[in-house]
């Protein structure tokens, strides 16, 4: 398959070519607009069992910064919401911009953010492989996270200070102990709506779980994001990696439900 990216000619208009699904019926990200979603009462709280929770490492894999947990058991999970069983997490990464406020690849009434955090969890009850259940329509569920132009966020300074060892594509390195219930906001309010994952392959296998209450990040630490780079160390170019983010795509009669708490 032709390597995938975020430029004029491997960026997201030409992923439907080796990625049909790509014009598919529940494509991510999209803009969500409050006053049309629907509040749901019997949208039940999530929950998020991270108290157990330990990263193994970080890596960059030429499209985002990657850090990785271990699946290996129930230990760290969310359940609740729109979610019929627990999903283990697996990974979180992050999708930015440039200079500016663009970056986030959910908008809200066509609001953009510098950035989004993506906790990726998949349904372990019901699929015995991560690759399979991300190909199922059930399989994965998605937190996303707004980060705000701002303050300086405490919780991220041992996330951006560990990007020098992950600075070319296909680095990887130890990241343990760290646990990313610091980088929740205040409310757990969200929005959620069946989707897809926003990069290749596209699998239309995620619930996404919006959370309406954005963290705040200083463009300092913006601007360690943008020394990662898409190139490899044996590579003669040194493409930073920037504005890794898909745009909205057509809601296609899906309805977004709105939680109270
Ligand atoms: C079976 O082969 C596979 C299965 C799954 C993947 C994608 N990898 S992944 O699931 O971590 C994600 C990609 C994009 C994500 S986003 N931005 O929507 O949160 S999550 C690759 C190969
Ligand atoms: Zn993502």
């Known amino acids: 398959r032709d390597p995938w990216g975020y430029g004029n000619e491997d960026g997201p208009d030409a992923w439907h070519k080796d990625y049909p699904i790509a014009q ?8 969500i607009i409050p006053e049309e979603a ?11 069992s991270y108290d157990y929770c330990n990263s193994i490492n970080i890596y960059n894999n030429g499209h985002s910064v990657i850090v990785e947990f271990d699946d290996t058991d129930d230990r760290t999970v969310i359940r609740g919401g729109p979610l019929d069983n627990a999903y283990r997490l697996k990974q979180f990464h992050f999708h930015w911009g ?16 510098a950035s989004e955090l993506h906790l990726v969890h998949w349904n372990a009850a019901k699929y015995k492989t991560f690759g399979e259940a991300a190909a199922g329509p059930d399989g994965l569920a998605v937190i996303a996270i707004f980060l705000e132009k701002g303050d300086e966020h405490r919780g991220l300074h041992k996330i951006t200070d560990a ?50 209450e954005p963290i705040t990040v200083s463009e300092k630490q913006m601007g360690r994001f943008r020394m990662l780079l898409i190139s490899g160390e044996e590579e003669d ?21 709105a939680s109270s708490n």
């Open 98 to 113: 440039g200079k500016g406020n663009h970056g986030s690849e959910h908008t809200v009434r066509g609001k953009t953010y």
């Open 24 to 31: 598919g019926n529940r494509q991510s990200p999209i803009d």
């Open 38 to 48: 629907v509040h749901d009462a019997s949208l039940s709280p999530i929950f998020l």
């Open 237 to 257: 170019d040194r493409t930073r990696m920037e504005n890794n983010f898909r745009p909205p795509q057509p809601l296609k009669g899906r309805k977004v439900r």
């Open 163 to 212: 990007f020098y060892m992950v600075k070319f594509k296909g680095s990887v390195a130890d990241f343990k102990g760290f646990n990313p219930k610091i980088l929740l906001p205040n409310s757990l309010v969200y929005w959620t709506y069946p989707g897809s994952l926003t990069t290749p392959p596209l699998h239309e296998s995620v619930t996404w779980i919006v959370l309406k």
